[in-house]
């Protein structure tokens, strides 16, 4: 026996840009992985718990199940810097739910710098779609880089905006180094199917000890301009 046995919840960060559809892909998830996994949710939104209602409302988990933290003006600062609250949140829904395969925490939307620290979770998915353009995997930054799983998201909408998933797919797959890369759309059942495969194997992972929690790496320096009428910076190294 080892002499520390891994905790048998996989606590799993889905980070990304604003409206990528994070919120839909922990629905689709929830749907599909409820009948075979205890699952609970936290979201955290910048000023509202709108994350947990639209949930909620999706039915896919009983209500209990999803707990929005509020950040306030820096969602990375929740999920990296000061993540006492998620850590909270997350350790209370296990205790509360015990035993709990998946936690799925998702980060509030937030430019392409936002990751999640490992002390918080024990992987991540960072998730880009094809609307937002399809040059953006190629722009780089941790999340892209280095999470366990990039999801180019929404591949049906590819048509309506002039992105060829594939190619997107594929610029990824040169940022990461041949790091894992997924397409997705949730009325693609493959699709859904192939991202439900990868949260299974990790699991597995998990609880064997393979798999050890990396941290894709520091946000880049950045600034809010006018979030709450004032700007202010951040220089990458958790302060600010
Ligand atoms: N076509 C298509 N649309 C999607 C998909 N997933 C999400 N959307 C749409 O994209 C929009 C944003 O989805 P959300 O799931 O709210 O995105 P989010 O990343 O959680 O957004 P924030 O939490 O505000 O950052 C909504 O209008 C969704 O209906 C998908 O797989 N396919
Ligand atoms: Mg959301």
């Known amino acids: 026996m080892?002499?520390?046995?891994?905790?048998?919840?996989?606590?799993?960060?889905?980070?990304?840009?604003?409206?990528?559809?994070?919120?839909?892909?922990?629905?689709?998830?929830?749907?599909?992985?409820a009948?075979?996994?205890?699952?609970?949710?936290?979201?955290?939104?910048?000023?509202?718990?709108?994350?947990?209602r639209f949930l909620r409302a999706a039915g896919v988990l009983a209500d209990e199940r999803i707990h929005a933290v509020e950040t306030g003006a820096c969602p990375h600062t929740a999920i990296r810097d000061d993540i006492t609250a998620n850590l909270d949140a997350v350790e209370d829904m296990e205790s509360r739910f015990?035993?709990?395969?998946?936690?799925?925490?998702?980060?509030?939307?937030?430019?392409?710098?936002?990751?999640?620290?490992?002390?918080?979770?024990?992987?991540?998915?960072?998730?880009l779609d094809v609307a937002g353009g399809g040059d953006v995997a190629r722009k780089g930054g941790p999340g892209?880089?280095?999470?366990?799983?990039?999801?180019?998201?929404?591949?049906?909408?590819?048509?309506?905006?002039?992105?060829?998933?594939?190619?997107?797919?594929?610029?990824?797959?040169?940022?990461?180094?041949?790091g894992p890369v997924l397409a997705h759309d949730?009325?693609?059942?493959?699709?859904?199917?192939?991202?439900?495969?990868?949260?299974?194997?990790?699991l597995r992972a998990h609880r064997t000890g393979a798999h050890v929690p990396q941290d894709p790496g520091p946000m880049?320096?950045?600034?809010?301009d006018h979030e709450h009428g004032h700007g202010h910076q951040h220089d990458g190294a958790g302060r600010g």
């Not at 939104?45 to 709108?50: K, S």
Request: charged share 20%; aromatic share 2%.
């Open 220 to 224: 880049a320096p950045h600034s809010h």
């Open 186 to 202: 949730r009325d693609d059942a493959d699709s859904v199917a192939a991202v439900c495969d990868w949260v299974r194997a990790t």
């Open 35 to 52: 009948p075979e996994l205890s699952i609970a949710v936290v979201t955290n939104d910048i000023y509202t718990d709108e994350d947990a």
């Open 98 to 127: 015990a035993p709990l395969d998946l936690v799925l925490v998702e980060s509030g939307g937030d430019n392409l710098t936002a990751t999640f620290s490992p002390a918080l979770i024990d992987a991540q998915i960072f998730c």
């Open 2 to 33: 080892p002499e520390t046995t891994p905790r048998p919840t996989l606590r799993l960060g889905i980070a990304g840009p604003v409206g990528t559809g994070k919120s839909s892909l922990i629905a689709t998830l929830c749907r599909a992985l």
């Open 144 to 178: 892209i880089a280095n999470a366990d799983l990039l999801l180019v998201n929404k591949t049906r909408l590819g048509p309506h905006v002039g992105v060829d998933p594939q190619s997107m797919v594929a610029d990824a797959t040169v940022a990461r180094s041949g």
